[in-house]
Structure formats: structure tokens, C-alpha cells
């Protein structure tokens, strides 16, 4: 059983698949993960984010098992994924890897930008998590501030849509929702109601599965 989820940043998809992980028992990948990991060893080693076979070279390095989300959860390593995220060799290794992942058994929940169009085109659950910009704008800023640091609303704001253009607006692997996913706007919906009808979808999965 494969999950996938995808959505754009801030839209809460993380949460979500982690609590399904945790309810069904599956192993758990966000995928951004990967991308930041790249990201990360190209800026602490001094080299460049536009070189595309560099970059690969880092991306086939990238050991699943070591991602560290509190290391990686820095904004300017989330702005140099998105760069090199539109590389396609940089995918290609990654994707690789990610579908290596999610044959896991008993089952996989895999969160990220591609994963029901590109990644696992084939999963049996698709969901496209989505808010509107100013809502996940929000959600940025509170998880900030109540963390006690100190964040500009406006300046975030403006991160989020330059990171949905960029997404969304590159060649390979666009962001957008596959064709049979199921949309889940948490505009004006809690996580927790989010979460219910998601469970209610897998658990329809799994039951026709079974
Ligand atoms: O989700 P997160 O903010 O950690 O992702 C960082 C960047 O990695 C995204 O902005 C996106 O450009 C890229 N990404 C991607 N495909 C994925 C997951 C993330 O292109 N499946």
C-alpha cells in the first residue's frame, strides 16, 4: 500500500502523513527531505547550486535513513532545494531512491511535489493538500513565533508564493495534482478534520484492496 501526498509548501501535508504513518503503521518519507539534504551538502561543502552534474553527484550520496527534518528545516536550505529541484538529473537520482523506498513493506506514506504524478503514478491513495497562499502564510508565521522566534507575516507571505511559482512553474515534475487525486483544501478545515477524511479515504483503499 502506497500513500502519496502532495501539495504545496505549507499546506500541512507534512503533519498529515505523519499521523497516517503513525495510524496504519507505514513507513513514512518526506520527500523534501531529499531535495534539502542535497541542497545541504552542496552549501556546507562551498559549491555551486547551478551546477547540474554537481548537484547529481551530491543527490546519489543522499542516505535516506540520516535525514535530520530539525538540520534541514532551515529557510534558506528550503530555498536552495527549490533550486536545484528543477534540475532533472537532480530528480531522476531522487526519484530513484524514493521509489526504492516506497516497496517497503507493510506500507509507505510518501510526501513531496511529484509523488502521485511522477514518483508512484501507480499508488492506490492520491492526495493533493492545499490552502489558500495567506492561510499557509499564517500557518508559517504561528508555528514560528510560537516556537519563540521572531518572523515577518509579509515577508513570509511573499516566500510562499515565489516557492509556488517556482514549483509549480518548472519544466519537469510541475507541482499539481494527479489526475485522480483526491483535493483536500485545509483553507478553512483543522488538521484533525483533514486527517478523518483522509482515514476514511485509505480505509476505503485498503478495504477494496484486501
Ligand atoms: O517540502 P519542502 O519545503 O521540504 O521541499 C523543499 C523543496 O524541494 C520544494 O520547494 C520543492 O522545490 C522541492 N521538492 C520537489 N519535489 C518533491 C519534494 C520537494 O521538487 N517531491
Known amino acids: 500500500m502506497i500513500i502519496a501526498i502532495d501539495g504545496p509548501a505549507a499546506a500541512g501535508k507534512g503533519t498529515l502523513a505523519r499521523r497516517i504513518a503513525e495510524t496504519y503503521g507505514f513507513h513514512h518519507l518526506d520527500t523534501g527531505l531529499t531535495y534539502r539534504a542535497t541542497a545541504k551538502a552542496l552549501l556546507d561543502a562551498g559549491l555551486p547550486l547551478d551546477d547540474e552534474a554537481i ?24 530555498e536552495a532545494a527549490s533550486k536545484i529541484a528543477v534540475m532533472p538529473s537532480v530528480r531522476r537520482a531522487l526519484v530513484e531512491a524514493q521509489r526504492r523506498f ?20 501507480g499508488a492506490p491513495v492520491k492526495l493533493y493538500v492545499t490552502a489558500s497562499a495567506a492561510v499557509r502564510a499564517k500557518r508559517r508565521h504561528e508555528e514560528i513565533v510560537e516556537a519563540g522566534g ?26 499539481k495534482p494527479a489526475e485522480d487525486a483526491y483535493l483536500l483544501d485545509t483553507s478553512e478545515m483543522s488538521i484533525e478534520a483533514a486527517f478523518q477524511t483522509a482515514k476514511s479515504i485509505i480505509d476505503a483503499a485498503l478495504s477494496r484492496n484486501a
Open 55 to 78: 548537484a547529481e553527484g551530491m543527490a546519489r550520496k543522499v542516505d535516506l535513513a540520516g535525514l535530520d527534518r530539525t538540520v534541514l528545516s532551515r529557510h534558506e536550505i528550503g
Open 102 to 121: 516506497a516497496e517497503k513493506a507493510p506500507g509507505t506514506v510518501l510526501d513531496g511535489r511529484d509523488i502521485g504524478t511522477v514518483v508512484c503514478p
Open 150 to 175: 521572531s518572523a515577518n507575516y509579509d515577508a513570509i507571505f511573499e516566500d510562499v508564493k515565489r516557492r509556488d511559482e517556482r514549483d509549480m512553474g518548472r519544466t519537469d515534475s510541475p507541482l
